[in-house]
């Protein structure tokens, strides 16, 4: 079987394979296990790979590789359309050589690939919508166009669109699926972990404003000046590290909340594994594994209720569900802070539900899917 992936994920040439972004491309190489050879049509960058970068697995892969595009000001909309018949053709000349074509969606590159797909409706394809398909959220345009164009099943033929929650009136070609970081010998006996002391708190996800970070540094330190014995750890970067760093120093805060960057899978499992709680009060998400991964080891969830989230955390009975304004997140913390006894049924009910599904799970699913 030859695949084809068409993403917007940026690919590093690294040896003889390629590396991206980690978290995708340990899905990606499940897909692969089952393949015989691969091309990948996606944007190229160089350097040296990062700490959340990996290699692709695989000894036959290709790299077609693309220019990027944006649309986020009048310049890069205009350089962006001159692209366009280039970022066609290859897709398009992919699409032939493919014997299963499978999308990453929502991008721009996404976009174009599910325009391409129409004209290819005998041919097997996938889409992993890794966004939020919640049919009533606001969302982009663009977003919008791609669940229609995928949802039609007229344009849109002998396809599985793999998109993340339960959703009513959805077209037959949808699949509710889910993702996986730790396998099934990874699962560890159920401990209750003592609420009576120090409370640890682990913010996971990457430091920019659609992940709210600031909101939950502020809620951990609106809980700390209320006499509550408490700690936030960071992991991830991005563009607001030195707005947070700033806030930390200000207010007096380095003793409670430490910013630990990027960090590697073994450590991010320690300190989930070793936490109390997750926040992560993010304005959209899809399937956020932050979330599945911490509930991993009975850490409770503390989520903004979006997307597949309330369904995940079983409307509160596995995690507690906040809305992205301070005093109210923290008067729902508080609440629940105040019962031990219900802190540790959700943090058993988490642990249950999150650990239906591991990578062994996962792969079999991929598999029918092949």
């Given at each position: 079987?030859?695949?084809?992936?068409?993403?917007?994920?940026?690919?590093?040439?690294?040896?003889?394979?390629?590396?991206?972004?980690?978290?995708?491309?340990?899905?990606?190489?499940?897909?692969?296990?089952?393949?015989?050879?691969?091309?990948?049509?996606?944007?190229?960058?160089?350097?040296?790979?990062?700490?959340?970068?990996?290699?692709?697995?695989?000894?036959?892969?290709?790299?077609?590789?693309?220019?990027?595009?944006?649309?986020?000001?009048?310049?890069?909309?205009?350089?962006?359309?001159?692209?366009?018949?280039?970022?066609?053709?290859?897709?398009?000349?992919?699409?032939?050589?493919?014997?299963?074509?499978?999308?990453?969606?929502?991008?721009?590159?996404?976009?174009?690939?599910?325009?391409?797909?129409?004209?290819?409706?005998?041919?097997?394809?996938?889409?992993?919508?890794?966004?939020?398909?919640?049919?009533?959220?606001?969302?982009?345009?663009?977003?919008?166009?791609?669940?229609?164009?995928?949802?039609?099943?007229?344009?849109?033929?002998?396809?599985?669109?793999?998109?993340?929650?339960?959703?009513?009136?959805?077209?037959?070609?949808?699949?509710?699926?889910?993702?996986?970081?730790?396998?099934?010998?990874?699962?560890?006996?159920?401990?209750?972990?003592?609420?009576?002391?120090?409370?640890?708190?682990?913010?996971?996800?990457?430091?920019?404003?659609?992940?709210?970070?600031?909101?939950?540094?502020?809620?951990?330190?609106?809980?700390?000046?209320?006499?509550?014995?408490?700690?936030?750890?960071?992991?991830?970067?991005?563009?607001?590290?030195?707005?947070?760093?700033?806030?930390?120093?200000?207010?007096?805060?380095?003793?409670?909340?430490?910013?630990?960057?990027?960090?590697?899978?073994?450590?991010v499992k320690k300190a989930l594994r070793e936490s109390h709680f997750l926040i992560l009060p993010s304005k959209s998400e899809g399937w956020p594994k932050a979330i599945a991964e911490a509930m991993f080891f009975g850490t409770i969830p503390i989520a903004s209720?979006?997307?597949?989230?309330?369904?995940?955390?079983?409307?509160?009975?596995?995690?507690?569900?906040?809305?992205?304004?301070?005093?109210?997140?923290?008067?729902?913390?508080?609440?629940?802070?105040?019962?031990?006894?219900?802190?540790?049924?959700?943090?058993?009910?988490?642990?249950?539900?999150?650990?239906?599904?591991?990578?062994?799970?996962?792969?079999?699913?991929?598999?029918?899917?092949?």
């Amino acid at each position: 079987m030859n695949f084809l992936i068409i993403s917007h994920v940026e690919h590093k040439p690294n040896g003889n394979t390629f590396a991206a972004y980690s978290p995708y491309v340990r899905e990606m190489n499940i897909w692969l296990k089952y393949v015989d050879s691969v091309i990948v049509i996606a944007p190229k960058v160089t350097g040296i790979p990062t700490e959340i970068e990996m290699n692709y697995q695989h000894d036959n892969i290709n790299l077609n590789h693309i220019p990027s595009i944006e649309f986020t000001t009048l310049k890069k909309g205009f350089l962006s359309l001159l692209k366009l018949p280039v970022l066609v053709f290859v897709i398009f000349k992919g699409c032939i050589e493919a014997d299963h074509i499978h999308l990453r969606c929502p991008g721009n590159i996404g976009l174009l690939g599910c325009l391409v797909q129409v004209f290819f409706p005998k041919k097997v394809k996938t889409v992993k919508y890794a966004g939020n398909w919640d049919p009533k959220a606001k969302q982009p345009l663009s977003y919008k166009f791609q669940k229609w164009i995928l949802s039609n099943t007229f344009l849109t033929r002998n396809i599985t669109v793999l998109v993340y929650g339960n959703w009513k009136k959805q077209t037959k070609n949808i699949k509710s699926f889910f993702t996986a970081t730790y396998k099934r010998n990874e699962i560890e006996a159920f401990k209750k972990k003592d609420y009576s002391n120090g409370l640890k708190f682990v913010f996971l996800g990457s430091l920019v404003e659609g992940k709210r970070p600031l909101l939950a540094i502020k809620i951990v330190e609106a809980l700390y000046r209320k006499g509550k014995n408490i700690s936030l750890d960071v992991y991830g970067d991005g563009e607001l590290k030195e707005t947070l760093k700033e806030y930390i120093k200000t207010n007096d805060l380095e003793n409670r909340i430490t910013l630990f960057g990027n960090k590697d899978k073994a450590i991010v499992k320690k300190a989930l594994r070793e936490s109390h709680f997750l926040i992560l009060p993010s304005k959209s998400e899809g399937w956020p594994k932050a979330i599945a991964e911490a509930m991993f080891f009975g850490t409770i969830p503390i989520a903004s209720s979006i997307s597949c989230v309330p369904n995940m955390l079983d409307y509160g009975k596995r995690g507690i569900l906040i809305k992205p304004i301070l005093e109210d997140a923290i008067n729902n913390i508080e609440e629940c802070l105040g019962d031990n006894e219900k802190l540790h049924e959700m943090s058993k009910l988490a642990a249950q539900w999150s650990q239906n599904y591991t990578l062994d799970v996962f792969e079999n699913e991929i598999k029918k899917l092949l």
